[in-house]
C-alpha cells in the first residue's frame, strides 16, 4: 500500500510538473507570438495589445525607428512620453528601468542634434551621461556640439556646416 502511494505521488507531481512546464511553455510562445514578434517587425499597434507589452519599449521602438526614417520631431514626442511613463513628476524613477532612460535621453539628444535644437541635444547627452558615464557615442557627438559652437545658444551654432554622423 506505502508503495502504492508513493507510485500515485510520483505520478502527480510528474503531472503537475508537466503542467507547469507546458504552461510555462505556453505564456513564453504567447509573448512571443503576440508581442516579441510583432515588435521586431515594427508592427507596433499589434505588440501593444499583447499582455506581456513593455508599454515603453514599445514607445521607445517606434522612435528610433521614427528617427531612422528621418521624422525627428514624431520622435521627439515619443520620447517625451517615454519620459513621462519612466519618470515621476519628482523626477524619481525605478532602477530596473535606468538602462531605458539612458536610451531614451540619448536617441532623444540624436533627435534634437538633427534638428538643430543644441540646448536640448546637449541637455539629453547630459541626462545619458548621468545613466551611464562611460557611453562614449553621447561624449562624442556632446564633444561634437560643443566643438562646433553648438552647445549653449540654441541656434544652429555652425552645426549646418559640417554633417557628422550622430
Known amino acids: 500500500m506505502l508503495i502504492n502511494l508513493k507510485a500515485k505521488l510520483g505520478k502527480a507531481a510528474r503531472i503537475a510538473l508537466s503542467l507547469a512546464i507546458v504552461s510555462a511553455f ?3 510562445f ?5 508581442y516579441a514578434l510583432p515588435l521586431s517587425h515594427d508592427d507596433f499597434r499589434q505588440a501593444q495589445t499583447s499582455y506581456v507589452a513593455d508599454q515603453t519599449e514599445i514607445l521607445i521602438a517606434g522612435a528610433a525607428k521614427a528617427y531612422e526614417e528621418g521624422r525627428y520631431d514624431e520622435s521627439t514626442k515619443v520620447l517625451e512620453l517615454a519620459l513621462e511613463q519612466l519618470v ?3 523626477g524619481r524613477y525605478q532602477a530596473d528601468n535606468r538602462w531605458k532612460l539612458e536610451r531614451v535621453y540619448f536617441l532623444l539628444g540624436k533627435s534634437y542634434h538633427r534638428m538643430k535644437k543644441f540646448d536640448k541635444a546637449v541637455q539629453n547627452y547630459e ?3 548621468r545613466m551611464n558615464p562611460n557611453h562614449m557615442p553621447a561624449k562624442y557627438n556632446l564633444e561634437m556640439i560643443e566643438s562646433e559652437g553648438g552647445g549653449g545658444n540654441g541656434g544652429d551654432g555652425g552645426g549646418a556646416k559640417n554633417q557628422h554622423k550622430i
Not at 504567447?30 to 503576440?34: D, E, Q
Open 127 to 129: 541626462d545619458t551621461l
Open 26 to 28: 505556453g505564456y513564453g
Open 88 to 90: 515621476s513628476k519628482s
Open 30 to 34: 504567447y509573448g512571443l507570438v503576440t
